[in-house]
Nanobody, 125 residues
């Protein structure tokens, strides 16, 4: 089992920044990648970013490239999502997720085994 605890959401103005954190505990040694997803009201959950647990390679959705950065601190078993130049359309509940499987794209939510509780990010115009 793996437990994920997110923090760092909040309310910012357009152009502002936030940093989300996701602390993992439990059997993290089994990890292959961690991802960030978001879900806006009335919309499906969508991929934001992912980082491979061992080598640190990253992937991003086109909508956040150049604005968001995903990173990890292995010693703390924590993954971060630095979000800059935020826009109102970034408003959503952000979830971190952990996967053990090496099969399937890291952008697919169905490939993740464990999910955090979600943290609200609101960007005002």
């Amino acid at each position: 089992q793996v437990q994920l605890v997110e923090s760092g959401g909040g309310l910012v103005h357009t152009g502002g920044s936030l940093r989300l954190s996701c602390a993992a505990s439990g059997r993290t040694s089994s990890g292959y990648a961690m991802g960030w997803f978001r879900q806006a009201p009335g919309k499906e959950r969508e991929f934001v970013a992912a980082i491979y647990w061992t080598n640190g390679d990253t992937r991003y959705a086109d909508s956040v490239k150049g604005r968001f950065t995903v990173s990890r601190d292995n010693a703390k078993n924590t993954v971060y999502l630095q979000m800059n130049s935020l826009k109102p359309e970034d408003t959503a509940v952000f979830y971190c997720a952990f996967r053990t499987s090496r099969l399937g794209l890291v952008s697919r939510s169905t490939t993740y085994n464990y999910w955090g509780q979600g943290t609200q990010v609101t960007v005002s115009s």
